[in-house]
Nanobody, 127 residues
């Protein structure tokens, strides 16, 4: 089992920044990718960014490219999501996830392989 605990959500005005943290514990060696997902009210959950924990390569959904950065601190077993230039449409519950994914070219290949989830942290961006 892998346990994930998120922190760092909150309320911010458009254009502001937040940094989310996800601390992992347990059998983390059984996973090779970690990700941030989000789910807004009335919408499906979507993958935002993931990181291949071995090579630290990253992938982003188009809507956050250039604004969000996923990173990791291997010594702390923690993954971060730095969110800059936030927009009202970024408002959602953000979830950290971990899993064992197929890797192509050194990048996590799919959003569908995550089987460990945190409890979520709310991000609200006001206009």
């Amino acid at each position: 089992q892998v346990q994930l605990v998120e922190s760092g959500g909150g309320s911010v005005q458009a254009g502001g920044s937040l940094r989310l943290s996800c601390a992992a514990s347990g059998y983390t060696y059984t996973t090779n990718c970690m990700a941030w997902f989000r789910q807004a009210p009335g919408k499906e959950r979507e993958g935002v960014a993931h990181i291949y924990t071995t090579g630290s390569t990253t992938t982003y959904v188009d809507s956050v490219k250039g604004r969000f950065t996923i990173s990791q601190d291997k010594a702390k077993n923690t993954v971060y999501l730095q969110m800059n230039s936030l927009k009202p449409e970024d408002t959602a519950m953000y979830y950290c996830a971990a899993g064992s994914s197929s890797v192509i070219g050194g990048y996590c290949n799919t959003w569908a392989s995550y089987n460990y989830w945190g409890q979520g942290t709310q991000v609200t961006v006001s206009s």
